[in-house]
């Protein structure tokens, strides 16, 4: 399946934390920086997203915003 | 000022290419990766976006997907 | 590549609305449903959606919001 | 009241898991579809949403993908 | 139809800008604040929006992100 | 930090409820208007979001709709 998804980055899963119904992935993509992923529970379940495992961020364009100092 | 989201990312910008209402951003963030952003013209405009300046990526947590090969 | 993402439905695109940086695709979902989306025209470059092509419907449940009359 | 988001579907809830701030609400849309829905367990209260209600799914343009095979 | 998103605040249509296929419509909400949207020609066109006319702007919480100085 | 999303509104934070991994957080903007967000509990912790205390609400445009009466 190829997505319409402007950014996909590959990493690495550095934690998976599971809450009552939504956990926090946090995905190292190399460079020193890690993503933060809020996703439900059923998604980790489903995907057998665990610390250590190999994933791909994927973030729309339109939910990506610009900083400057 | 300092935001909630989880992921702010420095980088530069490697592209502004501006529609009609709505711009795309493209953004180095090192490691050979490029992050899409799809903001207002207003935005690019107000904050001086251009091509080879700095700017910082940011991206809500609950924005972000996780996919697995 | 599996995703996330907790809807994905699979659909026949009928119409491809091209903007200066921004296209609306309609995806017939069967049942008389029609789902719109908003995406990248360079999304739609790539992935090659035309009118009259099979296309998945990619939602994540956090961006899904539930109305009562 | 009518709302700028263009997708808006009618189904049936089928399943409401509450956590300790955010419920999963599942929605049948029909042909076999069911959509899952993150929301406040606040709204889940105030809408009165149950198991085997009427509910409208609704979804902004912007946050629908497009993934094809 | 009422909805599941937090936030629903009354204002009046200061500004309609179309693009291509992407409009920003400006909303002012009293005490001096004025609000953005970005939606799709077609729902500025479908719900009969135009500078002057009464508005409410909607925004689910889970797109609602906090910052402090 | 200046940052794209065009909606940033000053307030006082009037209630933070912390789930198990996600926090609602209560903002008054003045006028009478409360705006709800749904940010992550570790946000909350690293900006140190209590009640009392002085606050920014920022809303991407793309993530506002418009509903008429």
């Not at 690495?12 to 992935?25: C, I, L, N, Q």
């Amino acid at each position: 399946m190829r997505i319409s998804a402007r950014n996909q980055i590959k990493g690495t899963v550095v934690e998976v934390r599971k809450g009552a119904t939504t956990s926090h992935v946090r995905v190292d993509i190399g460079g020193g920086q890690i993503i933060t992923s809020s996703i439900t529970n059923e998604a980790v379940d489903d995907l057998g997203i665990k610390t250590g495992g190999k994933a791909i961020v994927v973030i729309k364009a339109s939910d990506v915003m610009i900083a400057v100092d």
